[in-house]
């Protein structure tokens, strides 16, 4: 079957031809239907993150997928359209992250991540998966729920935020969302019902991010003009900051974007990078207004089926705008292209 | 009635002589016992932090206290044994803080802090309160009840810290107590129970804050040999750390001394430094393995609650070791002298 995988070394993804794989006892057979691109992509082919399963000389790409099972397991059946989760044990061996259910909090090691490190992902005509690991997708769903995974990712980043203000009356109101890729964008929608949302860029207009973060009535905030620990004096204090961006002083500035009491996720994940900050007026600000910084990688089942529902309430012009092009896999490559006008890309494989 | 404060300008509390304090309407009145000192009323003596009622020309100091009952008010009766919380409304005025009882999340400017900051504090002969911020302590606890305040500080951060890790099944085994001094010690004797605890001083053998924290059956750590970010490596990772020092470089060392999904709770409140950090390795380390940091200021009721059971259980010899003298009211200079063995003083009233 045909698959895009990236080869050990190599320096762009490719077609490659793999063996179509056998459902083990407790497994489904599914038949892809779309993978999205995002940045871990890039930079698993980058060679930045992690690689090929042990021994094999290549990696198939895609974690952002969605497909019809054809041969079902557990209590999925025939055409009923499914998720896969992203992480999987080690050696095929539990432990007690994955015992529990938690395997999105594995440290790095505990853990292979699909289409990421160490495992094949999901971008072929066909994958294998233990049910345990599939969520299932209502079918008017099917050609989105290739975001139910980064949908995923923000809430478990929002749970773990929920949760460090959760032993006091917290009620926020302000949201800043530093980052104006799909990940930030998806957040946007998800936030705007609760909260007076900001999105961080750092774009001109006319620029497509921005005219969706203002459809979603949402402010746009330019960081060349405003630095995020400014942005509660040209706008508001936030409550909620969400970090999609990896830019490591983003980290540092959002804990002066904050305000009382108010929580930052940061999701990103930069490279090493050395710089002054004021870590004594960073402290002080932390202890006196009672802050937080959480961080947050990867999601679990619980954190899917909140991304499903969540994925069903937003509006389908957002979501048509999100999604700069789908295309067949024969034609991968424009999938992974990235320009000023990309936001979001998919392959689709037989629809 | 005597008093001990700081008048404006001067380097030095001083005894005073102010009118004794008549309870108004839902207040107690209050005869006090023992106040403690801490590293708080050394900086508002120090002028670095607080000072005097809006209007008048000193502060009684003190935040620490213990006191029995004279006049009664609401539930409380003459003979109760009490301890004041500190954070009381400006201008009388409430704000949705106090309304909710979390007068502890009032940023500055919302709340005022007997002893501290714009409202007299409790180093006096007597002292009103509304009944609603006195907590009763058992009889037997008079003696050492004003520790209660310094507990509930640990009280509250523990619980910002655990309802961070709130939200996945968190099983910490092993804390990290950033400081020696009377806070730090006391939560040592506080996590002992459930961790193996490493305790972070620096200071030379021998020194009574080291007995104490290895007759608990903690281990000292020496941050001048094994800066923070090393623990790991040398000792163990930390599921949580209890930041009690000021010192801003151990906030952000505290990120590299937790192992995956640990929390570091942050309670110093250090003047502004700057100074370099590997920004990028640490927002990848809070993200890629879970961790939080979370700042923690002042307590409230529910935490001086906790804090009474939490000394009911505390051994007698570790209350008596950390007390390094009790002086009477007219020796108060002595409670406020420093030194290397100087662990913990207190002023006591007629006994």
Chains 1, 2 share one sequence.
Do not use: Q
Request: aromatic share 8%; hydrophobic share 40%; glycine share 10%.
């Amino acid at each position: 079957m045909r698959a895009i995988g990236i080869e050990r070394g190599a320096e762009r993804p490719a077609l490659l031809e793999v063996p179509r794989p056998d459902p083990e006892s407790g497994e489904a057979l599914v038949r892809t239907l779309r993978v999205g691109v995002d940045g871990t992509d890039h930079e698993v082919i980058a060679g930045h993150h992690g690689g090929p399963p042990a021994g094999e000389d290549h990696l198939v790409l895609g974690h952002e997928a969605v497909g019809v099972v054809e041969a079902g397991a557990g209590p999925l059946e025939p055409d009923d359209i499914v998720v896969p989760t992203v992480r999987r044990p080690p050696n095929g061996e539990g432990n007690r992250y994955f015992e529990r259910g938690e395997a999105d909090m594995a440290p790095p090691g505990a853990a292979l991540e699909r289409g990421i490190d160490g495992a094949h992902g999901f971008m072929s005509e066909y994958f294998t998966s233990p049910a345990e690991y599939l969520i299932e997708v209502p079918a008017d769903l099917a050609e989105w729920g290739f975001l139910v995974e980064p949908i995923s990712i923000a809430e478990k980043a929002l749970e773990l935020a929920y949760a460090s203000r959760s032993s006091f009356g917290w009620e926020p109101e302000t949201a800043l969302v530093l980052g104006n890729g799909s990940l930030g964008l998806l957040t946007v929608a998800m936030l705007r019902a609760d909260y007076e949302v900001y999105c961080v860029g750092r774009r001109d207009r006319p620029d497509p991010t921005i005219d969706i973060i203002e459809a979603l009535g949402a402010t746009y905030v330019d960081s060349r003009e405003t630095p995020v620990d400014e942005v509660p004096a040209v706008y508001e204090p936030a409550d909620l900051v969400f970090e999609a961006t990896g830019y490591a002083k983003h980290a540092f500035r959002s804990v002066e974007a904050l305000g009382p009491n108010g929580v930052a996720a940061l999701l990103g994940v930069p490279e090493p990078w050395t710089f002054e900050v004021d870590g004594g007026r960073l402290h002080k600000e932390m202890v006196m207004y009672n802050k937080a910084v959480v961080g947050s990688v990867n999601s679990g089942p619980r954190h899917f089926r909140a991304a499903v529902d969540r994925l069903a309430a937003m509006p389908e012009w957002f979501l048509e705008d999100l999604l700069t092009r789908v295309v067949p896999v024969e034609s991968f490559e424009a999938a992974f292209e990235e320009s000023k006008t990309t936001i979001k890309t998919a392959v689709e494989f037989e629809p």
